[in-house]
């Protein structure tokens, strides 16, 4: 079993949902009192935000990519950012390590692609709807052309995410909303929904709507338990010498 890097805390919230779902993964392939070998560093998500605000992205990571380097240094065989908006720096927190970075949009898109949809309304932060690093991977890596909301629906989901969930709260109108959402997603053409921010799962799922759903948090979770129990790895881990090795 290879050791999973958990980069979270941002928030907390969605970082739980990481270390249960891996480990509930890991207990229902092996059995028995199996449990993932996870190493996690939670950072203090009012800090990221603060630079997030400010557009202190060069700042941001330097902070996450040190992280990284803990994890890595705890013997991580992968990182996983434990959330989609702060992959607007996976480039930046992957050159600050020799181990593997698991994309969230990666495992995300494939798992669109492979049900067969290509315009998957994507729910997230505005940093992660309104900025073209997340929708660009997903058209060049998958050929998928991922569909926002208008601007009045993107301020809502937003605000959803900050104000409540990642402080823990759950509504039955904010969920309302969400649904209202993607009503107006499919009346412009998506044939799918991604819940594009690791708390969206909180709130809603797949039971909740009529278009196939895909919550970015259990993909990306359940991707870093299959490469952990896999015999090969795809990636490299910097030897001492400075050159890369395979990951076995």
């Excluded at 207990?27 to 996690?40: E, I, T, W």
């Excluded at 309304?121 to 660009?136: C, I, K, N, P, S």
């Excluded at 991707?223 to 395979?246: F, I, K, N």
């Amino acid at each position: 079993m290879k050791r999973i890097g958990l980069l979270g805390g941002m928030s907390w919230e969605s970082t739980a949902v990481y270390y249960r779902r891996v480990n509930e993964q890991v207990r229902d392939r092996l059995g028995g009192l199996n449990s993932a070998d996870v190493v996690l560093r939670s950072v203090n998500f009012d800090r990221i935000v603060t630079l997030q605000k400010a557009g202190a992205w060069n700042e941001a990571a330097d902070a996450l990519g040190q992280v990284a380097r803990e994890l890595e240094d705890a013997g991580a065989d992968m990182i996983l950012i434990c959330t989609n908006t702060m992959h607007l720096l996976a480039n930046e927190v992957q050159a600050s390590v020799g181990v593997p970075l698991v994309h969230i949009a990666d495992v995300t898109g494939e798992a669109v692609a492979a049900a067969g949809c290509r315009r998957p309304l994507l729910l997230a932060t505005r940093y992660t709807m309104e900025q073209a690093f997340y929708r660009q991977r997903l058209k060049q890596a998958f050929d998928i052309d991922a569909l926002i909301p208008d601007a009045a629906d993107r301020q809502a989901v937003h605000d959803i995410i900050f104000s409540e969930l990642c402080c823990g709260i759950v509504k039955e109108s904010s969920k309302e909303r969400y649904i209202q959402v993607v009503e107006a997603g499919k009346a412009a053409g998506a044939d799918s929904v991604i819940l594009g921010c690791t708390e969206i799962g909180l709130l809603v799922g797949p039971d909740d709507f009529d278009i196939p759903t895909f919550d970015s948090t259990l993909l990306h979770a359940d991707a870093a338990v299959e490469l952990s129990l896999s015999s090969t790895m795809t990636g490299t881990r910097a030897t001492t010498s400075g050159q890369a090795a395979d990951l076995h």
